[in-house]
């Protein structure tokens, strides 16, 4: 059964960091990982699917990594800004299916100051 | 339509009371899924759609919740006898087809459910 866990729980920079969320998986048989944004009291909003075959995924400023073997995901944010402050989630499939059944962690919520 | 949308945007009840969530996805898209989310949680899957069949409904927690999908597009979330654990957001989210690695989810805003 797939777990997905997320550190740190909580994250709180400077405006203009440089930062790392984590994301680790408990089964490796995966064939891609989501990563999501959520503002209070909404829905949420795709950031990067990245596909086992691939290493990265950029967009903007964002940069997500996927280890399989390592059962690890990193989400990179560059040069942050006050609009990044969210919660962050990433989502594995359950078993080796392409993620209809998405097991989520429970988020980094981030907090960039101005 | 342009995004993922769900109706109502919140939803109360009291307890014992039949409710009915409405998604509609993303024109085109085949797959549709339903999750639902408690407060500081992230989403646990329900269940998920491909065309108008429920491919997967493992996350169904208990037969008073059944969804259905009639026409390959808009889905409503049926939920009996409405407990007061069943409060919740519950959100939707679909992509253009559940049989592929490109299988990038997008989500609706959730329709939050508070059972009385």
């Known amino acids: 059964k797939q777990e997905v866990t997320q550190i740190p729980a909580a994250l709180s920079v400077p405006e203009g960091e440089n930062l790392v969320l984590n994301c680790s998986f408990t089964?490796?048989?995966?064939?891609?990982l989501q990563w999501f944004r959520q503002d209070p009291g909404k829905g949420l909003t795709s950031l990067l699917l990245i596909q086992s075959s691939q290493r990265e995924q950029t967009s903007g400023r964002l940069n997500a990594s996927l280890d399989k073997s390592s059962g690890r995901s990193t989400l990179y944010i560059a040069a942050s800004q006050p609009g990044d402050s969210a919660t962050y989630l990433c989502?594995?499939?359950?078993?080796?299916?392409?993620?209809?059944?998405?097991?989520f962690g429970p988020g980094t919520r981030l907090s960039v100051l101005p | 339509g342009a995004g993922v949308s769900q109706t109502p945007s919140n939803k109360v009840t009291e307890k014992g009371k039949y409710v009915e969530l409405r998604c509609d996805p993303i024109?085109?898209?085949?797959?549709l899924y339903w999750y639902r989310q408690s407060l500081g949680q992230g989403p646990e899957f329900l269940i998920y759609?491909?065309?108008?069949?429920?491919?997967?409904d493992s996350g169904l927690p208990n037969d008073r919740f059944f969804a259905v999908r009639p026409e390959g597009s808009v889905s409503t979330l049926k939920i009996q006898r409405t407990e007061r654990g069943d409060s919740a957001v519950y959100l939707c989210?679909?992509?253009?087809?559940?049989?592929?690695?490109?299988?990038?989810?997008?989500f609706g805003p959730g329709t939050r459910l508070t059972v009385l």
């Open positions: 989502a594995a499939p359950q078993g080796d299916n392409y993620g209809q059944n998405f097991v």
């Open positions: 024109s085109g898209h085949t797959a």
């Open positions: 089964d490796s048989a995966i064939y891609n």
């Open positions: 759609f491909q065309g108008t069949g429920a491919a997967d």
């Open positions: 989210a679909s992509s253009l087809t559940g049989t592929s690695p490109y299988n990038e989810q997008f």
